[in-house]
């Protein structure tokens, strides 16, 4: 990232992320479902009560067996408590209401909890993450281990750590979620993108935040 | 309406020379791409911005299908007296935004 994409992110005067985190304050405050509750009925301040919550997600959910990541609970909360219809991935409310969350945890450092019944998950994402795939044969490790620093094009590759989602990525003119940025990659590799939500994804996003644990959050990222 | 941030520092001494930052969301469409049909996606752009310090225009632009979405806008301009600042986008399809911000002047 260079110096002035970093200058942006780092001012709330000039971050368009900023734009989203605003809408999702007001989600938060507003009712929703048949339940006619909000996000703030139950959670209260989300300064208070969502600090440090998005530097822990995705999270294994020992009742569902599974992991379950910010968007995923956002929706779970829809359904089950609001009793409102789920938000569709990448919609501007559902990434609204996660950089909300996730600006609540800027500067945190990215803590990921692997209890025993989640190891296989984590290793699935590992495993997928050093996996040749596509047209161009090409594993994720190929580039963001052993070729970070290095130019693809005229772009920098970097360590694929997954620091600020929900980013505001300059090429797309929007926010987008981690789910939509490693689809990308696998196009670019050539390979069948997986639907969004799949649980191949939820694996990767799960290794890909654990290997980026210790590292502070700083969503809403601006990136190039 | 469009969500919009406005920067101006709180204080200033008479004279200084302040810098102004104005971000509003918008997709800024080009008018120029297609849609998966092949038809034009019309154009839906911010046409010009305006920046009035108690009254008087200190600053305007006008914007063109190249602007990127969510346009930044960051100027200078000099504190001149304790006042507010009023900031106003308008655009297609009667696109209009509004916000302000006072500043105190010694």
Redesign the interface.
């Known amino acids: 990232m260079g110096r002035e994409t970093r200058a942006m992110q780092d001012?709330?005067?000039?971050n368009?992320g900023?734009?989203w985190v605003?809408?999702g304050e007001t989600l938060w405050r507003g009712k929703a479902g048949a339940a006619a509750k909000s996000c703030a009925d139950c959670h209260g301040d989300a300064a208070a009560s969502m600090k440090g919550v998005a530097a822990r997600y995705p999270v294994f959910d020992s009742s569902r067996k599974a992991l379950v990541d910010l968007d995923r609970r956002i929706n779970l909360c829809r359904t089950e408590r609001q009793q409102a219809p789920p938000l569709p991935s990448e919609s501007r409310e559902l990434l609204a209401l996660g950089a909300y969350l996730g600006r609540q945890s800027r500067g945190m450092p990215i803590d990921i909890a692997v209890p025993e019944p989640a190891k296989p998950l984590l290793e699935a994402g590992r495993a997928a993450f050093q996996r040749r795939q596509g047209q161009l044969n090409l594993a994720c490790a190929q580039c963001h281990d052993a070729l970070a620093g290095e130019k693809l094009a005229g772009s920098a590759i970097p360590q694929a750590h997954p620091t600020g989602y929900p980013i505001y990525r300059?090429e797309w003119?929007?926010l987008g979620s981690l789910q939509r940025r490693l689809r990308n990659c696998m196009i670019g590799v050539r390979a069948e993108p997986y639907a969004y939500g799949a649980p191949e994804y939820l694996e990767l996003e799960y290794y890909l935040m654990w290997r980026a644990r210790g590292m502070r959050l700083e969503t809403p990222a601006v990136r190039p | 309406m469009a969500r919009t941030i406005v920067n101006v520092p709180a204080t200033a001494r008479r004279g200084e020379i302040i810098t102004v930052k104005a971000l509003v969301g918008h997709v800024m469409e080009t008018g120029f791409r297609h849609n998966e049909t092949g038809a034009l996606i019309p154009r839906d752009i911010i046409r010009s911005f305006v920046c009035r310090y108690d009254g008087e225009e200190v600053f305007r632009a006008d914007f063109h299908p190249a602007v990127a979405a969510n346009p930044l806008i960051e100027f200078s301009t000099v504190a001149m007296q304790s006042g507010k600042l009023e900031f106003r986008w308008a655009g297609d399809n009667g696109f209009s935004a509004e916000a302000s911000a006072a500043i105190s002047v010694e």
């Open positions: 001012d709330d005067a000039t368009p900023m734009l605003l809408d300059l003119q929007g």
